[in-house]
């Protein structure tokens, strides 16, 4: 029965908020619309920024034409030529961040796309808030650090339920730095300004082509066999795990070798004398060794009081 203080004056009932969902429903709306109104805004100022580009270029043309059968001041040519060049080159900056935050918000405005057409909108802004972005890819040709970009983008995908090709492809390449950032920008300038894949997975292959050590397991066996027991036990154990699981097919066996032959001699005499047989033991019995040192150690001693 409706409440009488929610009829009005005129006799209709008010709307409930839950009816329909409407109230959810006109609040995703309103979501898209101001991230719509964003990423307008965006595109906006790149086309602008575009447009500057280009009139800085005519103008870096017209100078270097100058030079030609024309008695002009060169010192003051060059002056100018220099302050046009760095306009350019703050522009091209300018621009490059404007395309990256563009195609941030266009895959959000995505998402939300999609969502709303999933009817899963309720408990998107937490999700998208919740989920941990992945950090820059800058292509310094190490493997451990292309594996976990590529790795850690899919898993941003599979969280946020993006699926759109072209979409990851846009959000991938927002990510890029330092010498990634130039490789994008230089494959994008071969396709004449266009997206030079289609899919994550094409861009993936590229990545590993391009930044991917050709020889990486071997130079990772190689860093394995010459790791030495130096100094304490523990860093030892910890070093070799961590080259260990970037080494795609070590052997048991192979790994229990050379974990025992990088140890120190009485490090190795007293895995033995505890009868270890195989590298998963080898490494508790080392790590109850790194215990049993940083429990005897003189720092882990209480002073004795006078």
């Known amino acids: 029965m409706t409440n009488p203080s929610d009829v009005p004056a005129d006799g209709t009932s008010k709307p409930m908020e839950t009816r329909g969902g409407k109230a959810k429903r006109g609040s995703s709306r309103d979501a898209m619309s101001t991230l719509q109104d964003k990423v307008t805004r ?5 086309n602008e920024s575009r ?15 100058h030079g030609d059968g ?3 001041d060169v ?3 060059e002056v100018r030529v220099e302050i046009v060049e760095e306009e350019n080159r703050v522009l091209k900056d300018g621009l490059t961040d404007l395309e990256k935050a563009m195609n941030v918000l266009r895959a959000e405005l995505n998402i939300y796309k999609s969502a709303v057409a999933n009817g899963v909108v309720s408990s998107l802004s937490r999700v998208l808030a919740d989920v941990p ?5 800058k292509g310094s040709r190490d493997a451990q ?12 995908f599979r969280n946020t339920n993006t699926v759109d090709e072209s979409t990851k492809v846009n959000i991938v390449s927002s990510y890029f730095t330092d010498h990634a950032l ?5 494959r994008c300038a071969d396709y004449d300004g266009d997206v030079p894949v289609e899919t994550w997975e094409e861009l993936q292959s590229e990545i590993r082509e391009s930044f991917y050590p050709k020889n ?7 860093k394995l066999r010459q790791l030495k027991h130096e100094n304490n036990i523990h860093d030892y154990v910890k070093k070799f795990i961590e080259l260990k699981l970037q080494i795609t097919n070590l052997g048991e066996d192979e790994g229990f070798s050379i974990f025992m032959d990088g140890l120190n001699r009485w490090a190795n005499m007293e895995l033995e004398r505890r009868g270890v047989k195989d590298l998963s033991h080898a490494l508790d019995e080392a790590e109850a060794i790194a215990k049993f040192e940083k429990r005897d150690s003189p720092k882990s001693k209480p002073k004795s009081k006078n």
């Open 42 to 46: 965006l595109e906006d100022n790149t």
């Open 216 to 222: 990486a397991q071997r130079e990772l066996r190689s």
């Open 70 to 72: 024309r008695k002009v």
């Open 182 to 186: 130039l490789w994008w920008r230089l």
């Open 133 to 137: 972005k992945p950090k820059g890819f």
């Open 145 to 156: 650090e292309t594996d976990t970009f590529l790795w850690s983008m899919n898993q941003y």
């Open 75 to 77: 010192q003051d040519l």
């Open 51 to 65: 447009e500057r580009l280009d009139r800085v270029e005519d103008r870096l043309n017209t100078l270097d034409s």
